[in-house]
C-alpha cells in the first residue's frame, strides 16, 4: 500500500525538542517517529513504528534460524519467582513493583530468566527434551535512574530476550556461540558499525558474557580495543597488570594441596545458607567473593559475601573497609571443620587452571590484598597464590584508569579508547536459576541432571535510535534500506495536473512491483517536501517534477546526495 503524505499520521517539526540532545532524539521526535509521555516512555508513530517492526523481524528471523523458538510472557508478573532468585529485592530501585487490588505483590518484567527457567521446568523432564532455546520480542520495564536520549534509555523499551537450557557445559557453549553468530548476522543487516567486546575479566571461562557495542560518541558505555590485536572490552572488565608482588620468603610458588575436608562450592553455600540471613546456591559461588576477616586483635572471624559483578561498587567499598584494617584468615591456622571455607590467597585463574580446578569466584578484586577462596575440585584448596608471581591478574579499574596508550592486556598493540551504545549482551548463566528452581532433567543413568543456561539480549527499540545515531546527516535521518520506513520517497514537485498523475502512476507500478513507497501528494511547496523527505530519511528519492517536459524524473540518493535523471519511462525499472 502507498503511504500518502496527505493522510499519514505524520507532523514533522522544525525544532528540535528542548529536551534533546543527542542526535537520534532531535531527529526521531522532529521526523515524527517518536513522541514523549512521560520522562523514559515514549509512543510510536507510523513511520518509528514501521522501523521498529522491521528490526524485529530481523531478529525474529535470525533467532528462528538458530532454531530458537518464539514465546510470549506477560509484562506483569507475580513477585513469587523473583522472590525465588533474590531478584525481587537485589533489582533495587530499578524494578517497578506494584499491588493488585488484593494487596498481592506484582512487577513488570526487567528481564524474564525467572520465568523462562519456570515454565521449562514445567514442559520438560527427560534429558531429551533438550537442549531448548526459547525467545519474546517483549515489552521490558526498568525505573532508570538516568532515562536518556529519549528511546535509547527508557523506561520501557523492547527487547528480544533469549534463553538457552542444556544438559552440560559443552552444550551451553555451543548455544552461546550459536546466539554470538546470530546477533552478528542480526547488527549487519541493520547496518550498524559495532564492536564485539569482554563484559566480564574472561577469567570465569573465556566468553562468559560479551557485549555488542554500536560505536558512538554519545554512546554511555566506553571500551579500549587494542591496536594490532583483536582484543576488544569494556572498560569495565579491562585486564590490567598489576604491580608485581614480593615472593613471600622461603616459600615456592602458588600450590594446590590436596586437603581432606576442603570446601566445595557445594559445602561453602551449605555453610553461608545455615549462617547468614542470605540464600544462596551454588552459582551464586561464581559471583561471589567470599571473604573471612577479622580485626586485628579480634578473636571473630567475620564472614563476608560480597556480589560481583552486579553491585560491584558498593561491595568494593564495603569489602575495602572491612578488610583494610583487618587480616585475611590464613588457611594454615584454620580449621576446616570449624571454617569450611577459608583458603588462603589472592584468587588467581592461572594456578588453578593449571591444576585443573576452576576457581568459585569473580577474581576482580584487585587492591593487592589476599582475598579467600575455594576450589571446585573437591578435597583440594589453593594456598601462596601471589599475584603477579603466579597469574596475571585481572583487575577490575574504573574507566578513568585506562588510558590510551596503555599496552593491550594480551601484549600485543597497545589500546585506544572509544564509545559505544550497548546494543547486546549475551551471558553464560550456568546454574544460578536453575538452582533456584530445580531445573532438573532426569539423565540416561536415571539420576538427575541440573540444567546450565545462558541469556541473551537484544535491545530492539535501542536499535532504531542506534542505527539513527550512526546514520543521519545535519538535515536529518539516513535509514539503511533494511530498515527504512520505505524504500522510495516519490515527491510530486509541482502543480500541473500531468506532474501529479504521471507522481501517482509511477508510485502505483512501484508498488505494484513490492517496493514499499511513500508518495508526497500534499499541496505544499517542493522546498516543503524536499526538506520532509530529507528528514524522514527513506534511502532514494524519486522527484517528479518540470522535467517531465523533457521526459526525465530525478533519482536522488539520500545518504551520498547523488543526483541523477532518468527517463520517467524507465524510473520504475530503474528503482526496482
Ligand atoms: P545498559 O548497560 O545500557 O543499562 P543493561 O546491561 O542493563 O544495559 P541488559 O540487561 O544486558 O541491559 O539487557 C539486554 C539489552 O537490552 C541491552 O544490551 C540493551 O541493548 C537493552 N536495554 C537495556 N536497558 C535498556 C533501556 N533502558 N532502554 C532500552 N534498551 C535497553
Ligand atoms: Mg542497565
Ligand atoms: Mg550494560
Ligand atoms: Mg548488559
Not at 534533546?20 to 510510536?44: C, D, F, M, N, T
Not at 518484567?109 to 525467545?135: N, Q, R
Not at 495536473?497 to 499541496?523: H, K, N
Request: proline share 6%; net charge negative.
Amino acid at each position: 500500500m502507498i503511504t500518502r503524505m496527505s493522510t499519514l499520521f505524520l507532523r514533522t517539526l522544525r525544532e528540535d525538542p528542548a529536551d534533546a540532545e543527542v542526535p537520534s532524539h532531535k531527529l526521531l521526535v522532529r521526523a515524527g517517529y517518536v513522541r514523549r509521555i512521560a520522562p523514559g516512555i515514549y509512543s510510536w508513530l507510523p513511520l518509528g513504528l514501521r522501523v521498529l517492526r522491521k528490526i524485529e523481524e530481523i531478529v525474529r528471523e535470525e533467532m528462528n534460524a538458530i532454531g530458537a523458538q518464539e514465546i510470549h510472557f506477560p509484562a506483569l508478573l507475580p513477585k513469587e519467582p523473583y522472590d525465588a532468585t533474590n531478584r525481587w529485592t537485589e533489582y533495587g530501585p530499578n524494578l517497578f513493583r506494584l499491588k493488585d487490588r488484593k494487596g498481592g505483590d506484582y512487577l513488570l518484567g526487567p528481564t524474564h530468566e525467572e520465568l523462562f527457567a519456570l515454565t521449562v521446568k514445567g514442559e520438560y523432564s527427560s534429558y531429551k527434551d533438550y537442549p531448548v532455546m526459547l525467545y519474546q520480542i517483549q515489552t521490558k520495564y526498568r525505573d532508570e535512574e538516568r532515562p536518556r536520549a529519549g528511546i535509547l534509555r527508557g523506561r520501557e523499551f523492547v527487547m528480544k530476550d533469549s534463553y538457552s537450557f542444556d544438559l552440560d557445559d559443552e552444550g551451553l557453549a555451543a548455544s552461546y556461540q550459536l546466539h554470538r553468530d546470530a546477533y552478528i548476522r542480526i547488527f549487519d543487516r541493520v547496518g550498524l558499525r559495532y564492536v564485539i567486546v569482554a563484559a566480564t575479566s574472561g577469567a570465569m571461562g573465556g566468553s562468559a558474557s560479551e557485549e555488542f557495542l554500536a560505536e558512538s560518541e554519545t554512546g554511555e558505555d566506553t571500551f579500549v580495543r587494542s591496536t594490532e590485536s583483536g582484543f576488544a572490552a569494556n572498560v569495565e572488565a579491562v585486564v590490567t597488570p598489576a604491580p608485581p608482588a614480593e615472593p613471600i620468603e622461603g616459600k615456592a610458588a602458588a600450590e594446590v594441596h590436596h586437603t581432606p575436608n576442603t570446601p566445595t562450592i557445594e559445602t561453602l553455600v551449605d555453610f553461608l545458607n545455615a549462617n547468614t540471613d542470605r540464600k544462596f546456591t551454588a552459582a551464586d559461588t561464581l559471583k561471589n567473593v567470599l571473604v573471612k576477616t577479622r580485626q586485628p586483635g579480634s578473636p571473630d572471624w567475620e564472614l563476608l559475601a560480597v556480589g560481583l559483578p552486579g553491585d560491584r561498587e558498593v561491595d568494593m567499598k564495603r569489602l575495602e573497609a572491612s578488610l583494610e584494617p583487618a587480616e585475611v584468615a590464613l588457611l594454615e591456622e584454620a580449621d576446616f571443620a570449624a571454617n569450611p571455607f577459608l583458603v588462603k590467597g589472592y584468587i588467581g585463574p592461572k594456578a588453578l587452571q593449571d591444576n585443573g580446578v576452576r576457581y568459585l569466584v569473580d577474581p576482580r578484586v584487585v587492591s593487592g590484598t589476599a582475598w579467600v577462596t575455594g576450589a571446585d575440585k573437591g578435597d583440594h584448596h589453593v594456598v601462596d597464590l601471589l599475584c603477579g608471581r603466579d597469574f596475571t591478574p585481572d583487575g577490575t579499574i574504573e574507566a578513568a584508569e585506562v588510558r590510551e596508550g596503555d599496552p593491550s592486556p594480551d601484549g600485543r598493540g597497545t589500546l585506544v579508547a572509544a564509545r559505544g551504545i550497548e546494543i547486546g549482551h549475551i551471558f553464560q548463566l550456568g546454574r544460578k536459576y536453575a538452582d533456584a528452581f530445580s531445573l532438573d532433567a532426569l539423565g540416561q543413568d536415571g539420576k538427575p541432571k541440573r540444567i546450565t543456561m545462558g541469556s541473551y539480549g537484544v535491545g530492539v527499540s535501542r536499535l532504531v535510535a542506534a542505527i539513527a545515531e550512526q546514520s543521519h546527516d545535519e538535515v536529518g535521518l539516513v535509514w539503511p534500506r533494511e530498515v527504512a520506513p520505505a524504500d522510495v520517497h516519490v515527491v510530486i514537485a509541482g502543480k500541473d495536473e500531468s506532474i501529479r498523475e504521471r507522481g501517482e502512476a509511477i508510485a502505483a507500478e512501484l508498488d505494484a512491483a513490492g517496493v514499499q513507497v511513500v508518495l508526497d501528494d500534499r499541496t505544499v511547496s517542493p522546498g516543503v517536501k524536499f526538506a520532509d523527505s530529507e528528514l524522514i530519511g527513506v534511502p532514494t528519492v524519486l522527484v517528479v517534477g518540470k522535467g517531465l517536459t523533457r521526459g526525465v524524473v530525478e533519482v536522488r540518493d539520500r545518504r551520498s546526495g547523488d543526483r541523477a535523471e532518468v527517463e520517467a519511462d524507465n524510473a520504475v525499472q530503474h528503482l526496482i
